[in-house]
């Protein structure tokens, strides 16, 4: 599953070689990852795709501001899994496995009344664990893709009908990096120059408005250089219009259907999410017809991309053949 679950490298020496993976491929990885994670929801399987997220970013990443930020978001979505590990210890009192006894006190009928503390069970701590770890597999995979993915040709390869929101998403990913560059770039400053100690509070303080200002700099360069290239918002008319109301039909279709699974009635929820289904296509391809492309086209997926797909696509296949495979990876 590794060997199919992480792209080759690109080369960096060479003009021939010097061609990454389409963004396709990406794409592929990303949901392959995310389905043998949902074949195997074990912990040996988590830790399996956390090491492949961290070989691909190693691998693949090119020592870019994104892939800077792979180790802070995985760090940050392993202290949540801790932090609620130790809270589902402390409130969840099951089984017959007693570790430990710890003082407990009962929290007021407004706060829910449970009992915080007294007896942890293996079985709640195992478990919480696992589920734990099954989350940080989850973000770390999300975060390698976004370090190892090129967003200009991800954006590109999108709607036009989704042009404004794939720009707001795009520049929403590229907080972290670009944060994380700041606080190095403040910090290297505050080194080169005599002043207020580091750890002092005047340092702090400095440092958070040098921070905030370059922040304030990269936003507005950014919106200046986004619009210069015809990034810009370019107004509603006739096809937006009729878009939206094919997209309300199309949302009301699918609530509809819904509420007939609910019902249990099948076949008025089958033809229903048909209807919304079909609604949602024809409004997205009628606005990306109608709106022109910004900047270059997507790049056309080549026969190497192709087998890369496949290959990928191997490692759920696979666990979805064999689902003794799957069943085996536990503890």
């Known amino acids: 599953m590794t060997a199919a679950a992480t792209p080759a490298p690109h080369a960096r020496t060479g003009p021939a070689q010097a061609r990454r993976p389409h963004v396709a491929v990406w794409l592929v990885w990303a949901a392959a990852c995310l389905a043998v994670l949902q074949a195997a929801t074990t912990p040996p399987a988590a830790l399996l795709l956390i090491g492949v997220a961290a070989l691909t970013v190693e691998a693949c990443g090119d020592r870019r501001r994104l892939a800077g930020a792979f180790p802070a978001l995985v760090g940050a979505a392993a202290f949540f899994a801790l932090l609620r590990v130790l809270l589902t210890a402390l409130?969840?009192?099951?089984?017959?496995?007693?570790?430990?006894?710890?003082?407990?006190?009962?929290?007021?009928?407004?706060?829910?009344?449970?009992?915080?503390?007294?007896?942890?069970?293996?079985?709640?701590?195992?478990?919480?664990?696992?589920?734990?770890?099954?989350?940080?597999?989850?973000i770390a995979t999300l975060a390698a893709f976004n370090a190892v993915v090129s967003h200009h040709e991800l954006l590109r390869l999108l709607p036009r009908a989704f042009h404004e929101l794939a720009l707001v998403v795009s520049v929403a990913v590229a907080f972290v990096p670009s944060a994380l560059a700041a606080v190095g770039a403040v910090r290297e400053a505050d080194h080169a120059r005599a002043g207020a100690p580091v750890g002092s509070r005047r340092g702090w303080a400095r440092r958070l408005g040098a921070v905030l200002e370059t922040s304030l700099e990269r936003a507005i360069l950014l919106s200046e250089s986004m619009e210069s290239r015809g990034f810009g918002h370019t107004g509603s008319g006739r096809a937006e219009r009729r878009g939206s109301r094919l997209a309300l039909l199309g949302l009301l279709s699918c609530s509809g259907a819904f509420g007939a699974l609910l019902a249990r009635q099948p076949a008025v929820a089958l033809a229903a999410g048909a209807l919304g289904a079909a609604a949602l296509l024809a409004a997205v391809l009628l606005v990306s017809a109608s709106r022109p492309r910004a900047g270059l086209p997507a790049r056309r997926l080549e026969r190497a991309d192709l087998a890369m797909i496949a290959v990928l696509l191997g490692a759920p296949a696979g666990l979805l053949a064999l689902p003794d495979t799957a069943a085996a990876l536990r503890w």
């Open 91 to 138: 409130t969840t009192h099951a089984g017959e496995d007693v570790l430990a006894r710890l003082p407990s006190f009962e929290l007021p009928a407004l706060l829910g009344g449970f009992t915080v503390g007294g007896t942890l069970h293996r079985a709640v701590l195992l478990r919480s664990l696992s589920e734990g770890l099954v989350v940080v597999a989850v």
